[in-house]
Antibody, heavy 120, light 110 residues
Framework: EVQLVQSGAEVKKPGESLKISCRGS????????IAWVRQMPGKGLEWMGT????????KYSPSFQGQVTISADKSISTAFLQWNSLKASDTAMYYC??????????????WGQGTMVTVS | HSALTQPASVSGSPGQSITISCTGT?????????VSWYQQHPGKAPKLMIF???FRPSGVSNRFSGSKSGNTASLTISGLQAEDEAEYYC??????????FGGGTKLTVL
């Protein structure tokens, strides 16, 4: 079964750093973009950015550019989302998602289970 | 780019049809046929229901359909069922090579 498996929930203090992960399985990880999506408590979905694992090309939403870093290690089929200095406003559920239909950049057919990040 | 505009809530009775709109601009919804719709139940990850304006992924009921006119896309759910009660989000590719989501619409099945 094609899956994206995310790392577990995190509780951090303001100012701390954090790196969460998203591992792909049962498909060619290097052949599909991986996006990160934020969902703050009780709020909607926000596209943060995306990475192409084969060459690590990245694109960021202007709202998140400079606030987070998206990376990938294709040798372990894993994408990462990283913060250098967390803020309370980073408290949210973070999903990774794969656009699985060729040529359709926003058709996210596979989603991770989400990683809840609490900053307090 | 601001979030795409969706109504905050819609409702309908079982068996009825409802339509959710998603309004963008000529730089996103109006520029490409890359509009998707997602269903999200509480505590769950979103599920892709429609992509490329009107295509259904395998396994999605044909009660769900999508369309677009100008800068506004629409999701129609026919034959409403209790299990359709959820939050629905649209998304669109943009001329800046980014993805925008709508603010979400809460569907209540009366």
């Amino acid at each position: 079964e094609v899956q994206l498996v995310q790392s577990g929930a995190e509780v951090k203090k303001p100012g701390e750093s954090l790196k969460i992960s998203c591992r792909g399985s049962e498909y060619s990880f290097i052949s599909y973009w991986i996006a990160w999506v934020r969902q703050m408590p009780g709020k909607g979905l926000e596209w943060m950015g995306t990475i192409y694992p084969d060459d690590s090309e990245t694109k960021y939403s202007p709202s998140f550019q400079g606030q987070v870093t998206i990376s990938a290690d294709k040798s372990i089929s894993t994408a990462f989302l990283q913060w250098n200095s967390l803020k309370a406003s980073d408290t949210a559920m973070y999903y990774c998602a794969r656009p699985g239909y060729s040529g359709s950049p926003d058709a996210f057919d596979i989603w991770g289970q989400g990683t809840m990040v609490t900053v307090s | 780019h601001s979030a795409l505009t969706q109504p905050a809530s819609v409702s309908g009775s079982p068996g009825q049809s409802i339509t959710i709109s998603c309004t963008g601009t000529s730089s996103d919804v109006g520029a490409y046929n890359f509009v998707s719709w997602y269903q999200q139940h509480p505590g769950k990850a979103p599920k892709l229901m429609i992509f490329d304006v009107s295509f259904r992924p395998s396994g999605v009921s044909n009660r769900f359909s999508g369309s677009k006119s100008g800068n506004t896309a629409s999701l129609t759910i026919s034959g409403l069922q209790a299990e359709d009660e959820a939050e629905y989000y649209c998304s669109s590719y943009t001329s800046s090579s980014t993805i925008l989501f709508g603010g979400g619409t809460k569907l209540t099945v009366l």
